[in-house]
Nanobody, 122 residues
């Protein structure tokens, strides 16, 4: 069982930056791949980024590649999402999730956090 708690969301102007954190409970965090997803009002949840158990492999959605960076600290049981050059279309609730293997499909993920709101003003 893995419990996930996101933090770091907020209101930021376009062009600004935010860093999201996702703290995981349990001693098996380092055995899980982690993902970030987002859901805007009226839209389906979409993939943002994913990272494998060691942090040695990452993958990004085309819409965020070059602006967002996913990373993890297994000693702190935490995964991060550094978001730079934010755009109004990045506004959404951001969720972190855990799965045994790396994936960009939300249906694959077993554990989810409650989400944190990111709002980017123009």
């Amino acid at each position: 069982q893995v419990q996930l708690v996101e933090s770091g969301g907020g209101l930021v102007q376009a062009g600004g930056s935010l860093k999201l954190s996702c703290a995981a409970s349990g001693r098996t965090f380092s055995s899980y791949a982690m993902g970030w997803f987002r859901q805007a009002p009226g839209k389906e949840r979409e993939f943002v980024a994913t990272i494998n158990w060691s942090g040695g492999y990452t993958s990004y959605a085309v819409s965020v590649k070059g602006r967002f960076t996913i990373s993890r600290d297994n000693a702190k049981n935490t995964v991060y999402l550094q978001m730079n050059s934010l755009k109004p279309e990045d506004t959404a609730v951001y969720y972190c999730a855990a799965h045994r293997v790396i994936s960009s499909w939300s249906q694959d993920y077993d554990y989810w956090g409650q989400g944190t709101q990111v709002t980017v003003s123009s």
